[in-house]
């Protein structure tokens, strides 16, 4: 078998100490303010998809971190496919747009194996049911889900971890939005049937001949790190 719990045989940093995801237990994170933190305002601008698109400000005020890849992550239910878990509670799918630090470093490969190197925006993706009655809130939805971010990106939990698939690099700085999109069963069934594709990512070996019934690796241990909840709107 090539499990999760079996990476760590190829791959020593998966059994690191700070390694992703985790479980954001909210009473436990630790709040930052004007007053206590050095954060800015996270810019997020994928104006320029595929040629510069960058993020600036959050956890790294003076760096910028370029859009490396997106992919996203899911489970065998609609329940349980997000890798972040809140207070034990998991999303439908979770998106991840990977970035890496290009002003310390000249590659993504290089950055990866650097503790300020990769800047991961994580997005939840939660799954409704279609009700007859909720026209309005379903073009909503759809949109949004269009857009594959929130409409309200001030709030995030932020901290110290790894790539969620081998090798498990513990260079990840984490940010995970609060705010979920919304999509339907339908699009995250369409997803489980999807071949596996993320180009710097080792994909691991799995039994499913390549299609991917679930790619959401279990949540690790928090150990001694801190979960920080920013609210951008309070720092501005
Ligand atoms: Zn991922």
Redesign the pocket.
């Given at each position: 078998h090539s499990g999760p719990d079996t990476w760590w045989v190829h791959y020593p940093s998966a059994s690191g100490s700070m390694q992703s995801p985790v479980d954001i237990i909210t009473e436990e994170t630790w709040q930052a303010s004007r007053e206590n933190s050095n954060f800015e305002p996270l810019e997020i601008d994928y104006s320029s998809m595929g040629g510069g698109s960058n993020v600036t400000g959050g956890p790294y005020r003076h760096y910028n971190f370029l859009l490396e890849q997106i992919?996203?992550?899911w489970g065998e239910s609609d329940k349980n496919g997000s890798?972040h878990y809140v207070n034990g509670k998991g999303y439908s799918a979770?998106l991840?747009f990977?970035h890496w630090n290009e002003d310390l470093y000249s590659s993504y490969e290089e950055a990866a194996r650097n503790d300020d190197g990769i800047l991961?925006l994580?997005v939840f993706v939660q799954f409704i049911q279609k009700h007859k009655n909720t026209k309005t809130h379903t073009d909503k939805h759809t949109q949004t889900h269009t857009n594959s971010q929130p409409e309200d990106t001030s709030k995030f939990w932020t901290y110290q971890g790894s790539?969620?698939?081998p090798p498990c690099y513990e260079s990840v700085t984490w940010v995970i939005f609060e705010n979920c999109i919304y999509t339907s069963s339908a699009v995250l069934k369409k997803y489980r049937e999807l071949k596996y594709y993320?180009e710097n990512?080792t994909r691991p070996d799995d039994e499913f001949d390549g299609q991917l019934k679930t790619?959401n690796r279990p949540v690790q241990p928090i150990g001694v790190r801190k979960v920080r909840q920013i609210n951008s709107q309070l720092i501005d």
């Open positions: 992919h996203m992550h890798e979770e991840h990977v991961v994580a790539l969620t698939t993320a990512e790619n």
